[in-house]
């Protein structure tokens, strides 16, 4: 009963089957093998527009990576309080960027309210030296919260970005799971982002984050840094060939709209409990709930893990679901937390 | 008749085989798995003393985290003019550290001369803040001309570093092959070193490093650095079990083993065809060659890979080995330069 | 009618004086000369204790040393939501720490709040790689609100910050305002304090401030980090001589009492004006009221100046009045806003 | 019989007399008042051209912003080996360009040597991302050696770099000492130069230093830089007044033109004394002698001041004269000496 975090789980089978294949003899280093250059094409067939892209073996390198290469030392990028770039990654994006600054906006779902955004980007005005110069947005899709921004909600955010001249970074270290839960295309969900940060490893991968940038010029220093940053593995088909495989046969979606469903059953179980309630929408993999204490207690317990997550605007418990949350482990969860149910 | 770098090689079929059988259901993330731990307690086993370890997966990674572990953001790192530190990671250490310097050292053989080392290091008097303060000494062993320190040179060399009260800092992206070459057990390879980058992605692995600190007080700030350089991957059981196969068996070893005894074969062939000779001694899996042009010219025309360089002491062809380098590409390279023997 | 800030006055003469005596024949450069040596005497005998002095000609330059002295790379400093360091110095704590994290806590007066920084700081665990670790608390003395923390507010802070391991830097651009305001003595002023930026360019200095630290193993990396950021001016005389004379004869100290008492009577003015009032007390030298549009206008058309602080607790205007503040200035402009009184 | 350094001296009177007379009532800060104003249109009629121009309190700070404003994080400089900003500056470029990398190239007397500098570009190919990427040249005119580039010289410099589609930073710490040996006009003196460090402290100035882009293309990102790296001060006008000063009357190149006399009169009358050799041609303000050691045992008892340079071309002490070197102390310099010759 892990709901801890997408990240404990294990890989696919097809993605380790995937690297076991691609060992196969020598071949160029640094990304210029052919399955490398593969996922570069699909891609581009993916998002139905010329890409460039990087691999990283982090969420973190690429979120990092991707806005060292938006914005100057001295840039300005706008994103929630609960980002992940904001809270857990260690002040990853200041040290890649050389020192830019994270201006957090609070937020009630995770999504980045358009007011909130419009007046903290009016606070850096273009060439007012004393404050860092607004350079970029950053909004999570799924965001922090499980929310999935609608495409009229993208559109107002990057509106407001585009307004002030600003560039955007999408964070989709869950992107699947907000592409299965919506249905969007992924060409659609990409429209008007500069950069966007294209997880695996939460979604049945190993280690395999692209970085896929949608006009060249804002890649352009993108290989000096990503080097500099030790990410460029010389036997970078291991990483391209996740990726690949991932994408085989809509793997990266089946498993997400796997884990979506399972947070769905999870809450709806529980909310059938006495004393248990939904501390958000449940949108993709990620379940909010309030608990009684009794019942949290018991079924940590019991081995259930997950997270009490106090700085979200309604503290809650969290749970995440995975490509391998089994319905077996949602109900035989459920029917524990029932034995703690007033 | 792939001599280009033994980064272009596959993985042991037993590298990927410890990956596939790390992929067993859910772990603790963050590299507090059992697999990451047993490595951790067999580094400790093998260098026989309390360690500290950190992976990576990139062998830039590893050294730019090793020395911004060490060194202030105003410190000066001492090396060789030839060190892949210096020359062939696009200032990673620079980034790393957060702008400390590289002090290039002339050199002959890849090796740290003693005498210039120390005028150098003179040259960064404590407290004396018109210059970078001095901090550490870096040394890559082998050497990036495959010449390796005996236990002797490396004295001198650390014994110069403790005199000046400055840290050492050991490359070891071919550890493997100097232990092969030299009989010297781990232990005694790293005594008076303060941190080793142990490589296994030249030698085997699909990506995995490990940085090994033998003093606690030395990796007081890397879990930070490490977290914020993008490098703490979530399945960090995929990078350890790599490293546990390596290790298992004397896999590293073995390897290692071969490819020096594949470059030994390739310069004793070579060797006896006219006009050929050595532009460095063969002590690990690298070999120089002063060749004839029309010889040059020939083998590239008939598919063999290898590069030029320049920029060593004296200028050469080099041409490097690997665990999977076979006897009979070894004889049909030297069968075709034959071809083209005066 | 400048009210706009306390930078756009001219230093006092006897500063001026001061810079000019200085300039008499050779003297040992970059701080080593008798001035600045004196500086340092008298800067212990102030606070009665062993401290470590640098100049800066900035106060910016003097804040981020001062934090770049005290918290590693990965750090968390802690301060308001409306710090100086925060929002006037176009991230330069960030760029001289080598990208350490602000985190900003919401404010009312410009003070930190107790709970509100307890609650900002249990969110960085020590060890918890996955935010900055929490290392400094930075306040301001008086606050950018013009408010001054009282001897047990700063009790208050400063036992969070040690409770928690973590250290404390007051920027003290406006320092002898809050001495003259509440006639602490400046060793009790900074009593817990692990390192001050002593403002003197915007009380009556040319440019000159002192980063005065009063543990030296605060200060250990700072020469280092000094020079390398281009502070250390060769010829230093002429920086350490502005703060000599401002020492002298209690200049600061008359200065910013003059400052305080202009504030008061700008105020106690204005207030008898109808549908005027304070946003916020009055505590030293900065006046934030609520005008009438009409009254606000009609004194910018009469060429006053002075800035609308639109992010503060209450929106307002501010009025900043210095050592060369006249009563006359003072009264002109109140009978000229009350000519726009309804 | 100091001779350490033109860092010891004061400033002109007439320098002085300019910063009291700016101390004339409230102005705009941040260098918005009419004396900086006044001195970019100065700069611009002195360069012939339209420029840009930041102020800066030391010549480290002004190289470092230069350089910061020419070439990314991953870029590579190439200068000489005897450069100050890669021998006296702790490394400040590597800092305010966020970890480019510095390449030196070794030189003989000071000068880049064309063949040298070609040969260091081109181990920096374009694109190849192991290597920072080659993105400028730095200058020193004149040299740290006292040697003036011709303008035959600059131009061969400068047409390397601009082959390579490298930029061109001039270090002028001391270049009105280029200017006066010379006799080239300040617009001849920076034809292809990209920006220049124009010195002031060194020769007659308190501490100001002007940094002048010739292209605004190239400070673009310089005002964010500038502030966020400390340096903007408040009251600019008392940096900028200094400059005005410095060019009124052409005092810089009077300063100048006495200090190369008084260092020609210097090695005119060491030279004739037995056992004495230059070590380097006089062409500027620094005089390289070979000298007994007696005799520079015997100079230093007296009381004269000046340094041992070890990794010069021809190790030498090194005597700097300045603006307000005496005819007088140099001939008594002499006449000491000349007790100590054989």
Redesign the interface.
Known sequence: M?FA?D?????N?EI?EA??AA????????GADPISQGVRARMADLFDCAVDVHF???G???N??GLASLV???GAVFCTALAHIN??????P???T????LIDVPTQDGRLDPELLKAAIE?SMP?F?????AWAVSLSQPSECGSVYSREQLDEIIDIAKHYGLLVHMDGARFANAIAATGTSAKDMVRGVDVLSFGG??NGC??AEALVFFDPDRSR?T?????????????MR??SAQIAAYLDHDLWLKNAAHANAMAQRLADGMCKLKGVRLAAPVETNMVFLVLPQVMADGLKAAGAEFYWIG?FPIPAHRFVTAW?TSEQMVDEFITTAARFSG
């Open positions: 892990l975090s990240n404990v789980t294990p890989a089978p380790i690297v076991a060992n196969d003899g020598n071949v160029m280093p640094y990283a073996m982090t973190t390198a690429a990092a990576l100057p030392r001295y809270t857990d990654e260690c002040a990853a200041e040290f890649f050389g020192g830019a600054k606070k060439g030296v004393h404050r860092p110069e490893s939460k190993m280690m220093h290989p000096f840094l990503h080097k500099r940053a030790g990410m460029l593995c010389s036997k291991f990483v700085d391998n």
